[in-house]
């Protein structure tokens, strides 16, 4: 069976080829009775696997080739209908099955089976295809209506990291898919109703011939000719309506599904029908009532009442389980919640979470997504943001409402103790001044949390003319989020422990072993990479590409054990990554340090076992971060980032004399800069 599945798939297009040649061939070759009998019934019993197919489907799009296999099985019966006409018109015969549906179906009544097909002509063209194609032409046209809603819906997800690329694509191309298919469903429904029309224009005509030619032709009565022709053309219209009105009702329950949580149309009848047994109760009641009214059968209402409230009684019971169960649950959570305030279970509270954010209670609309809140989103965003930035795996951030702050406060802590606050004004937006404002806009003055820039608090009305003045203008939920960003990549060293550098060991000896355990060879301790990777995060240096680190490790760490020349020695080996970070314009704008000042520092090292410090007299060190504040300020005046280049012996020293006196200075070396890269001079320290 699997050889023959694979062969029909590798061959599909060749056999649908053949398949629609021959349909084609059906109407101009005649057929012998018995082809013709299997054929018919092929068709029945594609029909009733279409409708089973429809049936079992959870969306319109799982049979998107409905509107292709719809022309194919239409084609299919008009074919068989032309074979059919022309075996009762030569022969006045067509096979067992038409003479069948016209004995056995209709009692071989010519009159009655002519009655019976039209109420089946009526009933599919009238009531089935009229509201297929009325429901494929709106749900064409209000899919293509909404189809730009969706793409920007979708777009937006994509810009804030709710879902990936590769997920974006998929909801791309449902959405493109789902109009094609409506559209087609619109243009198809059109055959069901040509093939409603053109039965019964073949009817009449072969009712007609066949009259013209008993007569004529084989020498029948008039009564004769009729009751002949009449229940073969009966036959041969009931065995195509038949297929017809199974094609019609797959094709009305294709395009009237809607939305739903079941996996098939079964399943979503049953939980949607029989959800409330009131409804039964009150059946069973009204029935009741029906079956004592003098004049009406009372054994069927009085049967049926029963049943009704037999479901009534049944769904009564099975809704006091449910609600028992959860009563269960709530019990049992609440003695969960007991359990945890005896005095055995207070060692809990010595737990102290990585980062958390504590919220007054004006904030907590934005966690609550039942009022639109999406900072958890936002949160998730962040962390797959410094993931990839960073390649640090920012642990969960546990977020808590505290009434002990001001309402619309927030608090950032780490490990505990606060690190930096804030606070947002929820129905107004932030409006910054980015250089570009040529005319100011009244507003609540506030500092910005993330950079401290001065901005104003506006109102939704004033957003619109703020963005045409200049200002750059973003919502509250934003500002919380590039705080929380900012907050996280300038304590990433701080955040990174040896839990998490052990992960990222274990992450990277999934792919490279034997590096691994070369380097853990030569640095048995966890804490020692720890110590690297901090301060590479420290001076936000992405720690992703892990096993370049574990490389210059392997290289370097049977020569020293000095975990600061060892970070040295993997920015020289990240060199490519440092210089894409601080290119400017494709230069590097930069300060540099007089070379006897260089010489200066150097000779003021101080090694000892437990690291080196560099040892310069106050004075000293006075007059250098004056004079390199200056030139530093001249930097930032042209709209540089500062940076100070130096030799790479000192580069570790003269950056642990200015990271706490001089906030976001950037300390380079020249090992760190590709050859390529062109350097701009732009001042010179000197003491």
């Known amino acids: 069976m699997e050889e023959k599945g694979s ?78 006409t022309r075996l009762i018109l030569l022969e006045g015969y067509a096979g067992e099955v038409i003479t069948a549906f016209g004995n056995f179906v209709v009692g071989g009544n010519a009159v009655v089976g002519f009655i019976v097909f039209l109420i089946l002509v009526v009933i599919q063209f009238v009531v089935i295809t009229k509201g297929a194609e009325r429901v494929s032409e709106v749900a064409a046209r209000f899919t293509l209506d909404a189809m730009p809603g969706k793409q920007m819906a ?28 409506y559209g087609a469903m619109d243009g198809a429904s059109k055959f069901v109703k040509g093939d409603a029309i053109a039965s019964i224009i073949i009817t009449l005509i072969n009712i007609g011939g066949g009259f013209i030619i008993g007569m004529l032709m084989r020498n029948l009565t008039a009564m004769q000719a009729l009751q002949t022709y009449t229940l073969l053309t009966v036959g ?99 003695k969960e919640k007991q359990a945890a305030t005896k ?32 900072l958890l989103e936002r949160i998730v965003m962040i962390r797959r943001q410094c993931a990839l930035e960073l390649g640090l795996v920012v642990p969960t951030i546990r977020i808590r409402d505290n009434i002990q702050i001001k309402p619309n406060a927030y608090i950032i802590k780490l490990k505990g ?30 500092i910005e949390p993330a950079f401290g820039l001065p901005a104003l608090w506006i ?11 200049g200002y750059t203008v973003v919502d509250a939920v934003s500002v919380l989020a590039t705080h929380l960003t900012e907050v996280i990549k300038a304590h990433a060293d701080e955040i990174l422990g040896r839990k998490e550098t052990q992960d990222l060991v274990d992450n990277l000896k999934k792919t490279n072993e034997n590096l691994v355990e070369e380097v853990m060879s030569q640095m048995p ?41 060892l970070t040295e020695y993997v920015r020289h080996a990240m060199a490519r990554q440092i210089t894409q970070q601080n290119l400017q314009n494709n230069t590097i704008p930069c300060i540099t340090l007089d070379p006897a000042l260089e010489n200066r520092i150097a ?66 070396s020249h090992a760190e800069i590709e050859q390529s890269v062109e350097l701009q001079i732009l001042g010179v320290v000197k003491v």
């Not at 791309?172 to 298919?181: G, L, M, N, T, Y």
């Not at 606060?418 to 609540?444: Q, R």
């Open 7 to 84: 062969f029909i798939q590798q061959h599909s297009d060749v056999l649908v080829a053949a398949v629609l040649i021959m349909i084609v061939l059906m109407m101009i070759i005649p057929l012998p009775t018995m082809l013709l009998d299997i054929l018919l019934c092929v068709n029945i019993t594609l029909s009733l696997v279409i409708v089973l197919v429809t049936i079992y489907n959870s969306e319109a799009l799982d049979f998107s080739v409905f509107p292709s296999l719809l022309l194919i099985t239409t084609l299919f019966r008009l074919a068989l209908n032309i074979s059919s």
């Open 525 to 565: 301790s966890v804490g020692e990479v720890q110590k690297v990777l901090a301060n590479l995060l420290r001076e936000r240096i992405s720690i992703r590409d892990m096993s370049t680190i574990f490389e210059v490790l392997a290289d370097y760490a049977r020569a020293t054990k000095d975990t600061d020349i």
């Open 603 to 668: 000779g003021a090292v101080q090694r000892t076992d437990r690291g080196s410090y560099v040892s310069l007299d106050p004075d000293t060190m006075q007059k250098l971060l004056t004079v390199l504040n200056t030139e530093l300020t001249k930097l930032t005046n042209m709209g540089y980032q500062p940076i100070v280049l130096t030799s790479p012996a000192v580069r570790p020293y003269f950056r642990k004399i200015v990271e706490r006196a001089i906030e976001g200075v950037i300390v380079l």
């Open 154 to 181: 979708i777009d937006a997800d994509l810009n804030q990291g709710a879902i990936s690329d590769a997920e974006a694509k998929i909801r791309r191309k449902k959405i493109q898919d789902e109009a094609s298919f």
């Open 417 to 446: 103790i606060e690190i930096a606050k804030g606070e947002l004004l929820l129905d107004h937006f932030l409006a910054m001044n980015s250089g570009t404002v040529f005319e100011e806009v009244p507003g609540i003055e506030t």
């Open 459 to 469: 109102t939704e009305q004033q957003r619109e003319q703020a963005e045409l003045n």
């Open 236 to 334: 041969d219209g009931l065995v195509g309506q038949i297929a017809a009105l199974l094609i019609s009702t797959a094709t009305g329950i294709i395009v009237t599904r809607s939305a739903s949580d079941g996996d098939n149309l079964g399943s979503d009848l049953v939980s949607q029908l029989f959800r409330n047994p009131r409804v039964f109760f009150i059946a069973s009641g009204v029935l009741i009532l029906l079956a004592i009214v003098p004049g009406l059968p009372g054994i069927p209402f009085f049967v049926l009442s029963m049943i009704a409230g037999f479901i009534g009684y049944s769904l009564r019971r099975t809704e006091e389980t449910t609600v028992e169960q959860a009563e269960e649950k709530k019990q049992q959570a609440a």
């Open 343 to 374: 005095p055995e279970n207070i060692v809990s509270l010595l737990q102290v979470d990585p980062m958390e954010l504590e919220i007054g209670y004006s904030l907590i609309p934005l966690v609550d997504t039942g009022q639109g809140g999406d």
